[in-house]
């Protein structure tokens, strides 16, 4: 398996461009979220899906769309970059069977955005 | 969740055993003890979780107290890539809606 993947791995943006960044699975997991991640500030939870065609928004979804069509794929979408969205993007799924399963998450290698 | 405590860092040499030590004295009944690591510039990584019992995977042993009030993270052997910052989470199961919240953690280093 290879796991969560993530692309691209690096992306430079200018204020107002928009872009999709992509995440994809093959463990057949059900959950699957977007997390950011900047110094000194932790993780923090943008959108998050519960199965396909479910979405809904974690801790900071503003200026930030996703869809889950498939199990696999769950791609973030920035709509209008702003410098503030520079930061790391993981994404990660998890299974919701077997006890504690579901905060089993497996995160894919990140995304580091850029917005000048 | 309940409130974990770790130490900010921990130095163990290349082969020996790490225990890495959470505090987290006010853990509920239904509330599990997972293990994170974060290597730097690279995405979290789930190593380990337990509720009442001991547990042992590819990666770590973790053992649990009797009380549950604390436990330890073991990597039997260590390398110099499990350098890293290792988070206990204390959370009951709940999946989705709020995101795992990593504290500071504890920063291992694994010396040559």
């Known amino acids: 398996n290879a796991g969560v993947t993530q692309t691209p791995k690096f992306q430079v943006l200018k204020t107002g461009q928009s872009m999709t960044l992509q995440c994809a699975q093959d463990?057949?997991?059900?959950?699957m979220s977007w997390y950011r991640q900047d110094p000194g500030m932790g993780l923090r939870l943008i959108h998050y899906?519960?199965?396909?065609?479910?979405?809904d928004q974690g801790e900071v979804p503003n200026g930030y769309n996703v869809s889950r069509s498939t199990t696999e794929d769950f791609p973030l979408r920035l709509l209008s970059a702003a410098p503030s969205q520079t930061s790391v993007y993981f994404c990660a799924s998890s299974y919701s069977h077997g006890l504690g399963g579901r905060e089993t998450q497996y995160f894919g290698p990140g995304t580091r955005l850029l917005v000048l | 969740d309940a409130k974990t405590t770790q130490p900010t860092s921990m130095d163990c040499a290349e082969g020996r055993a790490a225990n890495l030590p959470c505090n987290h004295s006010?853990?509920?009944?239904?509330?599990?003890v997972y293990w994170y690591r974060q290597i730097h510039s690279q995405g979290p990584q789930y190593i380990i979780h337990?509720?009442?019992n001991n547990e042992t995977n590819e990666m770590a042993s973790l053992i649990i107290t009797e009380d549950r009030k604390s436990s330890t993270l073991i990597l039997p052997h260590a390398t110099l890539r499990d350098t890293a910052v290792y988070y206990c989470?204390?959370?009951?199961?709940?999946?989705?809606?709020?995101?795992?919240?990593f504290g500071k953690g504890t920063h291992l280093i694994i010396q040559p």
């Open positions: 463990m057949n997991h059900e959950y």
């Open positions: 899906s519960v199965g396909a065609g479910i979405t």
């Open positions: 337990g509720l009442k």
């Open positions: 989470i204390v959370r009951v199961e709940r999946g989705g809606a709020d995101g795992l919240t």
């Open positions: 006010t853990i509920s009944g239904n509330e599990y």
